[in-house]
């Protein structure tokens, strides 16, 4: 039903314009998401205290629909860090090494490997998990640091947390701004996850190999030495059997627990708290037989080191997800049911207005998704802004009348390519922090791949909608 737009509906898609402005400035949202919070719940309720206590409850309420993704992810980076410092991480990745024999195995290997662990640990974790240990063997073969760094970025922070299916904190965060199943968004991804993935990966090869091949992109004997000396300095608590024992048992758990999801139809929380839940206990087995007498106390160590990753990664992502479930149901949880009479929603209504005015199709649906995705990654975090792409998903396919769960997933998928860390320098620290290269290099050599990527997507896409 059409309804005529008030001011609650003006302000809102006021404060949405605001928000990519602030974004294409590459400056922080949260000021504006908070005003604009303040004024939805000061126009629908003429109350200054309700208004004012609205804005915390919002952030309440964001923090609630999040906090089991924000919990898993600080509890795996947790398992992460034990497993590296234990030596553990070694023993896992040590097989696939006797497979990388060339510079070509070595790019598709790392990035394959990559890709896989980032769907379990995120891209983060997963670098330092396997940095450590093919780098070296990759630039004996002759792949340049810079080839590798290559590799794990767009396979680990594109593909797999573009995806992001096992964890499920992207289409956790696209889905509800949305208004649709987490299962929707992660099925319709799929095809533009292997597109993407195909064209960027293959032309950033193809660029590599060039270069190398003129000599503009060679192995130094510093790259090695680098290596090598962080090699010998390592120690671990753990006997080489105990190592070998757990590289066997996590995989074989963690699969089990994908398997679990399939068979009894788990997804986004309860997929979420099956993973956790394992990962706890893992992490506590591991601590005790590493650490002994000092077990008891380092549970509680790693287990602060994963928190304050989870709440770093998200503390930015709270504000902004915050305002955008106000365009949802989030609205009346938090300020009652004050909006309009036979209002869908403040989302639902733009949209419906849109359709009205406005003749949207397929392209020009597709085609601003895309811009927006790109332009929430701007801030070089790729999840703050995924809610906005979201919520915009949600008004052009009421405009529409279909093709909610493709748009929502290709926002998702700009936004993570863009600001995940593969083209924003302040993005890509930690994967050219572990590979020893220039940030901004990086940034420069995946820029071309990811922009053909995405256009080669929004073709698709089109198709799908």
């Given at each position: 039903m059409y309804i005529a737009l008030t001011s609650l509906h003006w302000v809102y898609l006021l404060f949405i314009i605001l928000i990519i402005g602030v974004m294409v400035l590459r400056r922080d949202t949260t000021l504006v998401c908070i005003i604009g919070i303040f004024l939805l719940g000061l126009i629908a309720t003429s109350s200054l205290t309700t208004a004012?206590?609205?804005?915390?409850?919002?952030?309440?309420?964001?923090?609630?629909?999040?906090?089991?993704?924000?919990?898993?992810?600080?509890?795996?980076?947790?398992?992460?860090?034990?497993?590296?410092?234990?030596?553990?991480?070694?023993?896992?990745?040590?097989?696939?090494?006797?497979?990388?024999?060339?510079?070509?195995?070595?790019?598709?290997?790392?990035?394959?490997?990559?890709?896989?662990?980032?769907?379990?640990?995120?891209?983060?974790?997963?670098?330092?998990?396997?940095?450590?240990?093919?780098?070296?063997?990759?630039?004996?073969?002759?792949?340049?640091?810079?080839?590798?760094?290559?590799?794990?970025?767009?396979?680990?922070?594109?593909?797999?947390?573009?995806?992001?299916?096992?964890?499920?904190?992207?289409?956790?965060?696209?889905?509800?701004?949305?208004?649709?199943?987490?299962?929707?968004?992660?099925?319709?991804?799929?095809?533009?996850?292997?597109?993407?993935?195909?064209?960027?990966?293959?032309?950033?090869?193809?660029?590599?190999?060039?270069?190398?091949?003129?000599?503009?992109?060679?192995?130094?004997?510093?790259?090695?030495?680098?290596?090598?000396?962080?090699?010998?300095?390592?120690?671990?608590?753990?006997?080489?059997?105990?190592?070998?024992?757990?590289?066997?048992?996590?995989?074989?758990?963690?699969?089990?627990?994908?398997?679990?999801?399939?068979?009894?139809?788990?997804?986004?929380?309860?997929?979420?708290?099956l993973i956790g839940g394992t990962i706890i206990f893992i992490l506590m087995a591991i601590s005790l037989t590493a650490y002994k007498n000092k077990g008891l106390e380092k549970i509680t160590d790693y287990l602060i080191e994963g928190f304050q990753f989870g709440f770093k990664v998200f503390g930015p992502v709270i504000p902004i997800a915050a305002f955008f479930y106000m365009g949802d149901a989030g609205f009346i949880d938090v300020f009652g049911k004050t909006l309009p009479a036979h209002s869908q929603g403040i989302v639902n209504d733009l949209g419906n207005a849109l359709a009205h005015v406005v003749p949207i199709n397929n392209e020009v649906a597709?085609?601003?998704?895309?811009?927006?995705?790109?332009?929430?990654?701007?801030?070089?975090?790729?999840?703050?802004?995924?809610?906005?792409?979201?919520?915009?998903?949600?008004?052009?396919?009421?405009?529409?009348?279909?093709?909610?769960?493709?748009?929502?997933a290709l926002g998702q998928i700009a936004a993570i390519w863009v600001g995940g860390g593969t083209i924003i320098p302040w993005a890509l620290i930690p994967a050219a922090a572990i590979c020893n290269v220039d940030a901004f290099e990086l940034a420069r050599r995946n820029l071309i791949p990811v922009i053909f990527g995405l256009i080669v997507t929004t073709i698709f896409a089109m198709f799908l909608v």
């Open positions: 004012l206590t609205g804005v915390f409850s919002s952030l309440i309420y964001a923090i609630t629909q999040l906090l089991g993704t924000i919990l898993v992810i600080s509890i795996i980076v947790s398992l992460s860090h034990i497993m590296t410092h234990t030596g553990i991480n070694e023993v896992m990745i040590s097989p696939f090494t006797k497979f990388i024999k060339t510079p070509n195995l070595a790019f598709w290997i790392i990035g394959l490997l990559m890709m896989v662990v980032s769907f379990f640990f995120w891209p983060s974790p997963a670098i330092a998990l396997l940095g450590v240990v093919l780098l070296p063997v990759a630039l004996r073969v002759g792949l340049p640091a810079l080839g590798a760094a290559i590799a794990m970025n767009l396979f680990g922070h594109g593909i797999a947390l573009s995806g992001d299916y096992v964890i499920q904190g992207a289409p956790k965060l696209t889905a509800d701004a949305a208004g649709i199943p987490v299962d929707q968004v992660i099925q319709a991804s799929i095809p533009l996850v292997i597109i993407m993935g195909l064209v960027t990966t293959v032309t950033a090869f193809i660029f590599l190999k060039r270069d190398m091949k003129k000599g503009v992109l060679t192995v130094k004997s510093s790259d090695l030495q680098h290596f090598d000396e962080q090699i010998n300095q390592r120690k671990t608590p753990l006997s080489k059997g105990l190592k070998l024992f757990y590289a066997i048992l996590i995989p074989i758990l963690l699969i089990l627990d994908v398997v679990g999801m399939i068979v009894f139809h788990l997804q986004g929380g309860d997929a979420t708290a597709t085609a601003t998704l895309t811009v927006v995705g790109v332009i929430t990654g701007l801030d070089g975090s790729g999840f703050s802004g995924i809610s906005l792409a979201g919520s915009i998903a949600h008004l052009f396919s009421a405009a529409l009348g279909q093709g909610i769960a493709t748009l929502t």
